[in-house]
Structure formats: C-alpha cells, structure tokens
C-alpha cells in the first residue's frame, strides 16, 4: 500500500514503541488495544467487508505515535524528520563555496599556470566520480542495506537530546529500533538525498574556485604561463588544447595555438592575455564541474522526490515480521461455507457465530443455498459428512480448504463446540489466534448461559418447596405457573423462539400422551407414573401444556413427551399427602430435564432423539436419585447472602444448590455427548 513519509514514520515509530517498550509504560497495553478496536471500527464503517492490516495499520499507528509523544518530546522529535540533518544538508554546500573562495591556492597571488597541478587535480577527480557513476549505474546492484556513509550519519538523525547520557533510557532506546528500522525502510531515500547533497557541495567548491580567480583579478594583475623541466611547447599545446577542447567546442572559441603557447613559456606573458586565462579557467570549471555536477544533483534530487511518491508498505506480508503483532492483535473476519448441514443445525452454528468477541473478531457462515453467500470466497469450508449435501459445492468455494465432520462430534450440545474450533484451526493455521479468541468468548458465552441457567432451576426448585409448605389451595397449578416462568427463562437464556401458536390454540385439556418407549415418544417414570399424569386435572395440564408449548428438539417427539412425562410425575405427586420427598425429587427431575430440551432444541436431529431420549431418562433419575439427599438438605438449608466486595451494595445469593446442580448436570451431560456415544449412534445409523 501506498504512505507517505511522514505515514511512514508514524508506522515505524509505533512498531518501536511496541518492540520496546514491553512494560507499556509510554503507552498501556489497553490504549494499544483500544487504538486496534477504533480502527477496526472506523474500516468498517468505510465499508470494508473484511478488515485487514492494511485497513487498519495507519489509524493505529497514528494513535500510539501520538499518546507516546504527548507523554516523551524524545519520541515526538522522532515524528518529524531530524533537524541536524535538514540544516547540514541546506549549510555544506554554503561551507563548500567558501572553501573554495577562501582556500583557493590553483596559482600564486600574480601568476596562472597553465598546468597548474590543484586544477589538473579537480578535473581529474570529478572525471573518476563521473566514471564510478557510469559503472554503478551499469553494474548489477547487490544488496540492499545501508552504505557506509548512512550508517555514518545515522547518528545525526537521532533527536539532539538523547545524547551519552540518555542512551540506557526507554526514548533513546525507541529511538535507536527507531532508526534501525527507518534505515532499512528508507536507505534508497537517503542515498538520494546524501548523493544530492554531495554533488551540491562539488558543484559549490568548483564554483567557489572560479569565483575566487576572478574576484582576485580584481586587484591583481595575473601573468600568466607555463614551465616546465622535462615538457617543451609542443607537448604542452597538446595538453591545452585537449584541456580546453570542451569549451572551445561548446563555445566556439579560438583554441590556442602554438605560437602563443611558446611566447607564454617561463611566464613571458602579460596581464591582458592573463584575464583571458582566467576566464578560460572558469570557463572549464563551470562546464565540466559545476554544470555536471548541478544535473546529477537534480537527477539526485529527482529519485528522492519519485521514491517519496513510491513510498509503500505491506502489511499483510506473512514473511513480513513487523507487522506479526498487529495481525496477531487484529480481529479476524473468518467466512466459512456449510457444506450438507441440515437448516436447524445451520441455524444454531448462524447464532453461535452471531456475538463475536470483545476484540472485535467475527465468524460469519455461509449456505450454499444463499446466492450472495455462495458467490463469494470463503476461508474454509465445512462438509458434514453425515448428511447428504441439497446443493452442489459453490465454484467459488472450490479452492478453500475443507474439513469432513459429524454434527454429533461437535454440535449437538454447546459441550461439544470446542470441537469445532479444533477443526476449524485445523483448517486455518495461520488464523489461529483469531480462532482461539473466538473459541475463548464461545466458551465464556457458554459457561456464562449455564450460570444463569443454573440459578433459574435453583430458584424454581425453591418455589416448588415452598409449594410443599405452603399448603396452596391449588398446588398443581402453581407448579404449572413456576413451570412457564422456568421455561421461558431458559428459552431467553438459549436463544430459542417462543411457543408455537399452534400449541395454545389446540387448548389440551390434559398432559401429552405418553406411550411405550419402542414408539415415538417416551416418558420418564412408570406406566403408574404416565396414569397418573394423565388423570393430573384440565387446568393444570392445560398451564402446562401451554408452557411447554410443544417444545422437541425441532426433529421428532421423543423429548417433547419426555418433558410432559417428568411433569406427570409431579403434579401427580401434590395429589398427595405427605409426599415432600416425591415432590422435591421429581421437581429436580423435572427441571433438570426441562433443562436438557430446551437448551438443545434444535440441535438434536430426529435420527438421534428417540436414542438420546432413553439415555437422559436413565441419566435424570439415576443421577437425581444418587444425589437425593444432597438436594433435600440444599433445598431445606435457608439461602445465604454475601456482599459483593466489588460494590459493597449488590447481594448475592451464595446458594449451596448451585453446585450441586453444577455437578448434576455436568455429569449428564460429559456422559451423553461422549465421543463413545456418537461413534455408537453412528454404527446405529450405519
């Protein structure tokens, strides 16, 4: 992507301040995080349907950089370039001039020599500068690091005030990294830029040595001339004339001639023909230094200003190292397509995936039968392999990774939904962070619903026991009444809809018809159980029916039957003298199952209900029945309260029932959605 420099520097300083500063003293690591999530935020509202680095790293960056600086001027310095530099190379082309005016020696005070060796010297060095040019540009370049020069000069980069004795602080630090990095970013830039300078400064000390010839012929009188021990006139009219055949050339000047060459020897000359000398001198300087050098430094000046346009980065680069952190920081968008999956069952995984994570991460699936969804890459897909797929693979799928899976490995209950993470990392490696966040808040989500759900069953059994002391005109249809409030506070707790509006129109004036257990349905308890239940009274099996509104797992009636047959038992048992034992054991039976139900309506497919219907009817009562007397004495013991020491003001109850029913339920539940258990009911299936 493109930046500017100024961009540039703010991403590198941000970088440095991460890789420094470890202990977040500049800036905390919730600033940092906090600065992640408002550029997430403002991507997306750009409309960016899936947030890269690329979207985010310049908001981010610019953030750090700016709550750094306002707390060290040492890292605020580093946003702007270095001012040391900007004025040495604005002043060495001035000090060149000088030099050259003051420190000029090509001749004495009175005489110009033609084959004066300090202007023999400057041709012949910027003719070997020219060369070493030539060859450099044709060569084949090789490596990429930082010259020598640059490497010289770094130091004059580094903020005035992070000298000797602020070297071990943490800004001279991030200003170092600072540098290391701004160095392998951008030593093409300052190449350009030293070479311009350099060729300034060339170009100033030719210009300083004319001008200094020529502001002396002011006030002295040159001679000008040649000796010479070993060369006589015609050698040296050869060396003149190649000299100044450039400017003879270019100019059109009369070269000199060999006469004129012998009459000049051991400085026989005179003063006019010596101002004629000087301006030749000058002449020469300025066309095979000054101007030379002037162009080179433009053309310098030119790949300086064309690198600034060019200037780029790539954030999303996996082999780039620097911006692991920030693509290890930043949310992820993953889309996985559902390959075969029944519409309830994709229900489910569309309303897990809907909450995301505090950080911002996203897991969106897509349906094959969804146009939109299918016309666009996905990141992996998923093929249940258990279910025969109603729509081919999408073609824009077709080069995503695929994972084959059952549903009853990893959906069925939300105890099972680490599963699908494993396969989902399984499948995107280099999306393993984001999976492992997204994994972390499904199960806090989950664990945080079974909480909830677990004080909405102790609470209920505690008005059932208070129905057994109270001595109601009519406990059976109390029982009914807490029944709904149980139900509905569950069917919110676990996302599922409301009761069918076909389950109260129907009106039934008695509780579901229980049946043997080869059939269709099944019920908890005995065949005296299920008489009993049937003959329970129409307005207590009508409350109850209207609260259980029908609910099955969305796949058959086994488990819709077995909650009306755990309520059979109940109300049957408030028909009873002195049957609080009964009451307390059924209700939790009840409850528990209720449980059950709903927090897995519609996960359950019909091909496994009727198998899972037996086996939590042996799990409920085996299990409550073991823990009978723990139940009794928790729901006999009065209901402690503790203060929240975060707030000092809200009470909470400290129910001794609620781990009791923790490790109820835990226990049913680790034991029915057992990988044993899945692979039987698949042989079953097979």
Known sequence: MRVTVAQLRTVLLAQAIEQIDTDRTLVSQTEIDEATRTAVGAARQRGVPRVGAGDVVLTRAETIAQRASGRDPTVAALLQPSPRLRWLAMGLPWVALLLGLVLDRIANAHRVDLLSPPLLTVLAWNLVVYALLAWRALRRPHGRGPSAMLRTLAPWARPAHSGRGGRRGLAARIAADFHTRWLAHAA??????????????????????????????????????????????????????????????????????????????NFAGEGAAGGRWVWMYGGLLALAVVLPRLALAAW????????????????????????????????????????????????VLHAMAAEGTPQGDRLRFADPADTAAS???????????????????????????????????????????????????????????????????????NEQRFDASLVALAQHLRACTALGTADPVDPAADYAHHVQTLDAALRALHGNLPAHPQATTAA???????????????????????????????KAGALIDIGTGGLTLGAGTALGALLGGTTAWVVRAFQKKDAEQDVLRHAAEAACTRYLVIAHQARVRAQDADALAHRWHAEVTGTVAAHGAELTAALKAPQAKQTTPATQTAQVPADALLPLLRTVLRGILKRSFAPARSENMSQKSL
């Open 188 to 265: 093409a830039q300052l190449q350009h830029q030293a070479a311009r300078v350099l060729h300034l400064c060339a170009a100033a000390w030719a210009a300083g040595i004319a001008l200094s010839l020529l502001l002396r012929g002011l006030v002295v009188r040159y001679q000008f001339g040649w000796e010479s021990t070993f060369l006589d006139a015609g050698q040296v009219h050869a060396i003149v004339s190649a000299l100044f055949w450039p400017l003879t050339t270019v100019f059109g000047l009369a070269p000199f001639s060999l006469q004129e060459i012998t009459a000049t020897q």
């Open 300 to 347: 310098a000046w030119a790949r300086e200003a064309q690198w600034a346009r060019q200037c780029h980065i790539d954030p999303d680069a996996p082999q780039d190292a620097a911006f692991e952190a920030l693509r290890r920081s930043l949310p992820g968008d993953l889309v996985i397509g559902l390959q075969g999956l029944e519409p309830a069952q994709a229900q």
């Open 375 to 445: 016309s666009q890459p996905v990141d992996a897909v998923l093929i249940w392999s258990d279910t025969a797929p109603a729509h081919p693979l999408p073609t824009a799928w077709a080069a995503a990774p695929q994972r084959a899976l059952r549903w009853e490995d990893c959906g069925e209950s939300w105890v099972l939904e680490p599963a699908l993470f494993d396969q989902l990392a399984a499948a995107l490696p280099q999306s393993h962070h984001v999976l492992a966040r997204l994994r972390a808040a499904s199960e806090a989500r």
């Open 508 to 538: 039934p004036n008695r509780l579901p018809a229980l049946r043997r257990t080869d059939n269709t349905t099944l019920a908890v308890g005995t065949s005296a159980g299920a008489a009993a239940g049937a003959a329970a009274g129409a």
